[in-house]
Every structure is written in C-alpha cells, then in structure tokens.
Nanobody, 123 residues
Framework: QVQLVESGGGLVQAGGSLRLDCAAS????????MAWFRQAPGKEREFVAA????????YYADSVKGRFTISRDNAKNTVYLQMNSLKPEDTAVYYC????????????????WGQGTQVTVSS
C-alpha cells in the first residue's frame, strides 16, 4: 500500500510560481512511476506531468510544457511539481498519483492517489 500526501498549493497571481510536493509512504518509492493530474471545477480530470521511477523519463501535457517541471528525490520519497508562469487556467485541484506499472499519461494507469491540493491563480 502507498499513501500520498500533497502540499504546497495556494493562491498566486498570474505570472507567479508555486511548487507542489507529494510525499509517499512505504519503502517502494523507487519502484513507483509518479504523476500529477488536475481537475478544475466543472471539468474532467486531466493529465499534467509524469516521471518514471528513475527520473529518466518525463511526460508533460502540452498546456504546461516549458512552464512546469516534474522531478523526484528518491532519498526523500518525494515528487515535486515546479509551476512557473502560472495562468488563471491553471486553477484546479492538483492530485499526485503513483503506480508500480510503467509511466503513463492515463489516469487509469495509477492505483494510488493523494487527497489533492488547491491551486488558485488570480488574474
């Protein structure tokens, strides 16, 4: 079993930056593919970014490429999402996800989910 706890959300002005952290429990973190998804009010959940267990592979949604960076620290059992040049359309609840299967952009590819953290970008 894996438990995920997100932190770092908040309110920021457009053009600003935030960093989201996702701390994972358990001793199997180094075998987990990790990802971030988000869900805005009235919209479906969407993929944001993913990173392989080694950190050697990363995927990004087109909407965040060049602005967001996903990374991980296996010694700290933590994955990060650095968000720069934030836009009002980035406003959403951001969820951390994990799975022992290979990295994917599909939500169905992740069995473990955090509770979410709110990110609000004001114009």
């Amino acid at each position: 079993q894996v438990q995920l706890v997100e932190s770092g959300g908040g309110l920021v002005q457009a053009g600003g930056s935030l960093r989201l952290d996702c701390a994972a429990s358990g001793r199997t973190f180094t075998s987990l593919a990790m990802a971030w998804f988000r869900q805005a009010p009235g919209k479906e959940r969407e993929f944001v970014a993913a990173i392989s267990w080694s950190g050697g592979s990363t995927y990004y949604a087109d909407s965040v490429k060049g602005r967001f960076t996903i990374s991980r620290d296996n010694a700290k059992n933590t994955v990060y999402l650095q968000m720069n040049s934030l836009k009002p359309e980035d406003t959403a609840v951001y969820y951390c996800a994990a799975d022992h299967r290979p990295i994917t952009t599909l939500g169905s590819g992740y069995d473990y989910w955090g509770q979410g953290t709110q990110v609000t970008v004001s114009s």
